[in-house]
């Protein structure tokens, strides 16, 4: 029988057999694009309350075990995300980078990868001088337009949704993998 790679065109599936390092946005891509702010009584402060997709955690957590490097790029601090790229095993977590690309290339060096073995997913402007570099260059389906016509493949799901599972898929099928890590997977 031969191997199914489903939905994934043979051009995106070429680019991502090379992918050894999986880089990401954090608002719009592993979540929903929403940032929650909460009064915190009597402090005058707020706190942010995010929301993550679970198949999103297991998506991440399998490309670990499979060997693919992964981590996050981001303008923003949060302590929610960084609790949650811990629960995932990220191997890399950059937080407040407005401008992405020092962090880009750091995290390239400290892996030892190439662009053509990085895939970067995101969903907004500020991620647009990744994607012009990435191997893979991955939009959501929530992602401005600009972003979608910058992407190698538009993801089926939203950010927040479930996206980042369906691109770690696609690489191990690309890489035929896939086969291998479904029993890896973990709760």
Same mark, same amino acid.
């Given at each position: 029988?031969?191997?199914? /790679?489903?939905?994934?065109?043979?051009?995106?599936?070429?680019?991502?057999?090379?992918?050894?390092?999986?880089?990401?946005?954090?608002?719009? /891509?592993?979540?929903?694009?929403?940032?929650?702010?909460?009064?915190?009584?009597?402090?005058?402060?707020?706190?942010?309350?995010?929301?993550?997709?679970?198949?999103?955690?297991?998506?991440?957590?399998?490309?670990?075990?499979?060997?693919?490097?992964? +981590?996050?790029?981001?303008?923003?601090?949060?302590?929610?995300?960084?609790?949650?790229?811990?629960?995932?095993?990220?191997?890399?977590?950059?937080?407040?980078?407005?401008?992405?690309?020092?962090?880009?290339?750091?995290?390239?060096?400290?892996? +030892?990868? /190439?662009?053509?073995?990085?895939?970067?997913?995101?969903?907004?402007?500020?991620?647009?001088?990744?994607?012009?570099?990435?191997?893979?260059?991955?939009?959501?389906?929530?992602?401005?337009?600009?972003?979608?016509?910058?992407?190698?493949?538009?993801?089926?799901?939203?950010?927040?949704?479930?996206?980042?599972?369906?691109?770690?898929?696609?690489?191990?099928?690309?890489?035929?993998?896939?086969?291998?890590?479904?029993?890896?997977?973990?709760?």
């Amino acid at each position: 029988m031969p191997k199914s /790679t489903g939905k994934f065109p043979p051009a995106v599936l070429k680019r991502a057999k090379k992918i050894r390092l999986l880089l990401m946005d954090v608002d719009g /891509t592993l979540t929903d694009g929403r940032v929650y702010l909460m009064s915190v009584t009597g402090s005058g402060a707020a706190a942010e309350l995010k929301v993550f997709n679970a198949h999103d955690g297991a998506g991440v957590k399998l490309a670990h075990l499979m060997g693919i490097k992964t +981590g996050l790029i981001t303008g923003r601090n949060s302590m929610a995300t960084a609790q949650r790229a811990h629960e995932m095993s990220m191997d890399f977590v950059y937080q407040g980078r407005a401008k992405k690309t020092e962090a880009y290339l750091e995290i390239q060096q400290q892996a +030892g990868v /190439t662009d053509e073995e990085t895939a970067y997913m995101g969903d907004d402007l500020p991620d647009l001088p990744l994607l012009e570099r990435a191997g893979l260059a991955i939009a959501t389906a929530n992602a401005v337009p600009e972003v979608k016509m910058a992407a190698d493949y538009v993801t089926h799901r939203g950010g927040g949704d479930g996206a980042v599972r369906e691109i770690v898929e696609l690489i191990l099928k690309a890489q035929g993998r896939w086969k291998a890590a479904i029993p890896k997977a973990l709760a």
